[in-house]
């Protein structure tokens, strides 16, 4: 649900976020904020409006119920551009004059002007004249006009200079306006839509409100109780958790956890209602190493480098959701920030569609997931040979044209990666200890996989497996109690293909 009334008329669950909505009002006045999609931005901005509406018996029992004036009640201006279709000529004019036509109505002005900016202008003015009241003006999917029309860059250009001049109103109308938030997945720099708008706050990152959207940890447990018996708590989070914004706290995505609780199992529910086809394509075209994805370091420069015809894939993978800040360091004065998976569906899901790309059956990477679980399942190795030398060879020839990209182990190491993680196991990459970096750890059924991945010009010299042993990489895993099993692999540079699957017969090492 979106709808703020509805949600506290309906008996519904709500976790009450008027405490973040307080403390912007205190704190400033014009306001952007981004989060992926299906994050509860349009509830968020819902419930706002509801507020400056002055609807107290909606708010009854929550944060900001006290410490709020119900006495002024304030016009609020809405846009939203959720629904409309914006690939064609004209359309987002269309919509834009719409929606300003259809407020102005509401409001019983008359509505004036041909051109949008000074139309919003315009309402934006008549609306203070007519209440006496300031106007807050309230932006949902600010950027989808843009978003849509990625695909024709000239399209992509004019719908970002007509939404450059239309919010450039609200600056304009300054000393009219009460309030502004405006929201949406993406954040654009350089020749940005807030170029005409440069007075905007930007809370993405600020940890203060890392929170102001999505579900916490004691969200669940508080709100969300009657739900949780018969449900695993850990797996909840394993599944679930993990959104950070510099904040304390992690977060859930609320559509995950609804449809969880709804049907009972776990599922990839965000993941799989929306996904853009274009992601996994654009890192399959950049050749983008999957193992790499899960610890990717940027800058806020670079997370925000969201431009058309250039957009980075750090940038792509954190503003969609795909991607999420897992530690801060300090690399000679510059902050960087430390990438990574939220969680279990992500990294399981995206994997899953990188492989499709290369696979390019949905049946035969299907069938391959379920054989390589199976497999390790029996403790099969020669299987797994058998396996991953069938998949090499399926993967057609223009993938490697005018690309070196079979020279490198990170290739082959991704591609081993993309099939553990997309089967949902426990898989760590460049694992450090103090004698070096493992290239590869799976933790399964009890028993633990170490690989070790060389490109070599001569089969059968063993240097995968010799490498895991002088390394002692299994020293790290003394703790476990857990059967270990060393598993040197070997590529041919030229076949393209496993020259070598050397298995050192599995050990306990003591506690």
């Not at 969300?224 to 989070?237: K, M």
């Not at 497999?375 to 057609?396: H, K, N, R, V, Y």
Request: with cysteine; aromatic share 12%; glycine share 8%.
């Amino acid at each position: 649900m979106q709808t703020f009334r509805e949600v506290r008329q309906g008996g519904c669950y709500y976790v009450d976020k008027t405490a973040y909505v307080r403390r912007l009002l205190a704190e400033g006045k014009h306001y952007f904020l981004s989060r992926p999609r299906r994050f509860g931005k349009s509830l968020l901005l819902d419930t706002i409006k509801e507020l400056f509406e002055g609807n107290r018996a909606l708010f009854e029992g929550l944060a900001i119920h006290g410490d709020w004036d119900w006495s002024v009640r304030h016009p609020v201006l809405r846009l939203d551009f959720g629904a409309g279709s914006y690939q064609e000529p004209g359309g987002l004019h269309e919509d834009v004059m719409a929606q300003l036509e259809d407020a102005a109505e509401a409001a019983g002005i008359e509505p004036r002007y041909d051109t949008a900016p000074v139309r919003f202008r315009h309402l934006i003015r008549a609306l203070q004249r007519q209440t006496g009241q300031a106007v807050v003006v309230l932006v949902d999917e600010y950027d989808k006009p843009i978003l849509d029309a990625l695909d024709t860059p000239d399209m992509a250009r004019g719908n970002r200079g007509y939404l450059r001049g239309l919010y450039s109103a609200i600056k304009s109308s300054d000393a009219h306006v009460r309030f502004s938030l405006l929201a949406g997945v993406s954040k654009f720099s350089k020749v940005s839509p807030f170029s005409g708008l440069n007075n905007l706050r930007d809370i993405t990152l600020d940890p203060r409100y890392s929170s102001i959207c999505g579900y916490t940890d004691a969200d669940l447990d508080a709100v969300f109780a009657p739900e949780l018996p018969g449900l695993d708590r850990d797996a909840i989070r394993d599944w679930y958790n993990g959104y950070g914004w510099l904040g304390e706290d992690r977060v859930y995505n609320p559509y995950d956890i609804l449809l969880l609780f709804d049907n009972r199992r776990f599922d990839a529910w965000w993941f799989e209602t929306g996904t853009p086809a274009f992601l996994a394509e654009t890192l399959y075209e950049r050749r983008v190493s999957s193992p790499a994805l899960d610890g990717l370091m940027a800058g806020s420069d670079l997370l925000s480098a969201f431009d058309m015809g250039a957009i980075a894939t750090e940038a792509l993978l954190f503003q969609t959701g795909y991607l999420t800040i897992r530690a801060v360091e300090d690399v000679g004065g510059e902050r960087l920030y430390r990438l990574g998976y939220p969680n279990r569906e992500v990294r399981q899901s995206l994997n899953r569609s990188l492989l499709r790309c290369l696979v390019q059956d949905a049946s035969r990477q299907t069938a391959n997931g379920v054989r390589l679980y199976r497999l390790l399942e029996a403790g099969d190795f020669a299987g797994l040979e058998t396996l991953f030398q069938a998949f090499f060879a399926s993967i057609p020839y223009a993938w490697y044209t005018n690309s070196d990209i079979a020279r490198y182990e990170g290739y082959y190491a991704s591609v081993f990666y993309s099939y553990f993680a997309a089967a949902g196991l426990d898989v760590t990459v460049e694992d450090a200890s103090s004698h070096g970096r493992l290239d590869m750890a799976v933790r399964f059924g009890g028993a633990v996989y170490l690989f070790e991945f060389k490109v070599v010009e001569t089969a059968g010299e063993g240097a995968a497996l010799a490498q895991l042993k002088e390394k002692c990489y299994a020293d790290k895993y003394r703790g476990l109690g857990r059967p270990i099993h060393l598993v040197g692999v070997e590529f041919s540079r030229d076949a393209r293909n496993l020259a070598a699957f050397d298995v050192e017969p599995a050990f306990i090492v003591d506690r």
